[in-house]
């Protein structure tokens, strides 16, 4: 069975880093996967993605966090990574790992991000 957890949220101030990490299990080595992106929910705000990897390492990021985020992956911890940089109160929300595989959408429980002084 395909599992995602997440880790690395946590309370950070603003212009402050994180990276988060997601480890994959269940799926077989991630390199094989179509892709693999992140996601994140803020409250009373509808899920959106922030980033995503492809097979090949081809990458792809929502317009307004392109330069501060960077999503990349090691394949020999299964695990992939958002590093969030010079982060602002508007990233603060809940960021979810998500992966297809045969047609089946799986999500991790997502990580808290807030960003706070």
């Known amino acids: 069975q395909v599992q995602l957890v997440e880790s690395g949220g946590g309370l950070v101030q603003p212009g402050g880093s994180l990276r988060l990490s997601c480890v994959a299990s269940g799926t077989g080595n991630i390199e094989v996967l179509y892709e693999m992106d992140w996601y994140r929910q803020a409250p009373g705000k509808q899920r959106e993605l922030v980033a995503s990897l492809g097979r090949g390492g081809v990458t792809n990021y929502a317009d307004s966090l392109r330069g501060r985020f960077t999503v990349s992956k090691d394949n020999t911890k299964n695990t992939v990574y958002l590093q969030m940089s010079n982060l602002k109160p508007e990233d603060t929300a809940v960021y979810y790992c998500?992966?297809?595989?045969?047609?089946?959408?799986?999500w991790g429980p997502g990580t808290q991000v807030t960003v706070s002084s």
């Open positions: 998500h992966t297809d595989v045969g047609g089946t959408g799986f």
